[in-house]
């Protein structure tokens, strides 16, 4: 079992850089691939990143490769998202999660943080 909390969000101006952190309770926490979520409203939940265990694999949504960089200090018990180049279209609710594989979907992912909001101004 593992415990999720995101700290980070916040209100930035588009083109601003905003880092998301994950601290995860438990013992197994590197067992885990990691991802981030994000949701706005009134839409679907949706990818942004994923990392494996280690840290060697990480995939990344179309609409944020090359300005977000997933990773994970595995003394710590920490994921990061960093956010760089920011667009108004990027605000949401975004959302840490735990999963056994390596995935995509959010449906792979069985622990969830309880979400940090973030917003961007035009």
């Known amino acids: 079992q593992v415990q999720l909390v995101e700290s980070g969000g916040g209100l930035v101006q588009a083109g601003g850089s905003l880092r998301l952190s994950c601290a995860a309770s438990g013992r197994t926490f590197r067992s885990y691939a990691m991802g981030w979520f994000r949701q706005a409203p009134g839409k679907e939940r949706e990818f942004v990143a994923c990392?494996?265990?280690?840290?060697?694999?990480?995939d990344y949504a179309d609409s944020v490769k090359g300005r977000f960089t997933i990773s994970r200090d595995n003394a710590k018990n920490t994921v990061y998202l960093q956010m760089n180049s920011l667009k108004p279209e990027d605000a949401a609710v975004y959302y840490c999660a735990a999963a056994v594989r390596f995935s995509r979907r959010v449906a792979a992912y069985d622990h969830w943080g309880q979400g940090t909001q973030v917003t961007v101004s035009s």
């Open positions: 990392i494996s265990w280690s840290g060697g694999n990480t």
